[in-house]
């Protein structure tokens, strides 16, 4: 299985700062790396997928980039909207793991 | 609009069997692979495995090997998930979830919570 491996695992940061989670494959996974969030009691919510590419109707100040192993998200401006938990997935070879997540207050 | 509606709580004792729901719509139930996902109280997603509806091609992950069964319903455009004989430690919420087309899984159901408990 291909191993996901996220840092932090927790974050505090205040409005307005910004902010980076970085996520590493055990292996190479080319692009295939979705971010995701979820919030207490809810269905994750996809925000990035293909390593960079924004989801429809996700505010842009979120971010994806890398490529091979290494991949960060970054939200440009944190707004308190944006306190969550944050996980990354790769998508190039079943099982289709997720990291461990990153919780952001 | 592309919705994922799944079945409600549910309430088992050990030993027992069980299958879930997902009802999808608003799309082509056939074309995309259908994705599950565990959530364990307070700990993090789990990636299950995946059903494409209608070929009824499997992946599962070496973790719920032979715990499990994916299964679909074309006619219902419904996707299941099976379990016949429930443990405590299954005790999770299951989501499911539609497969774009790298991958990612851009619509969700809003999940089953399932208690396992003597």
């Known amino acids: 299985d291909i191993q996901m491996t996220q840092s932090p695992s927790s974050l505090s940061a205040s409005v307005g700062d910004r902010v980076t989670i970085t996520c590493r494959a055990s292996q190479t996974i080319s692009n295939y790396l979705n971010w995701y969030q979820q919030k207490p009691g809810k269905a994750p919510k996809l925000l990035i997928y293909?390593?960079?590419n924004l989801q429809g109707g996700v505010p842009s100040r979120f971010s994806g980039g890398g490529s091979g192993t290494n991949f960060t998200l970054t939200i440009s401006s944190l707004q308190p909207e944006d306190s969550a938990t944050y996980y990354c997935?790769?998508?190039?070879?079943?099982?289709?793991?997720f990291g461990q997540g990153t919780k952001v207050e | 609009e592309v919705q994922l509606v799944q079945s409600g709580a549910e309430v088992k004792k050990p030993g027992e069997s069980l299958k879930i729901s997902c009802k999808a719509s608003g799309y082509s139930f056939t074309s995309n692979w259908i994705a599950w996902v565990r959530q364990m109280p307070g700990k993090g997603l789990e990636w299950m495995g995946i059903?494409?509806?209608?070929?009824?091609?499997?992946r599962v992950s070496p973790s719920f090997q032979g715990q499990v069964t994916f299964s679909a319903d074309t006619s219902l455009t419904t996707a299941y998930l099976q379990w016949n004989s429930l443990k405590a430690s299954d005790t999770a919420t299951y989501f499911c979830a539609r497969q774009a087309t790298r991958g990612e899984s851009d619509y969700w159901g809003q999940g089953t919570l399932i208690i396992v408990s003597s």
């Open positions: 059903i494409l509806p209608g070929k009824s091609d499997t």
């Open positions: 293909a390593a960079f």
């Open positions: 997935q790769q998508s190039h070879t079943p099982p289709q793991t």
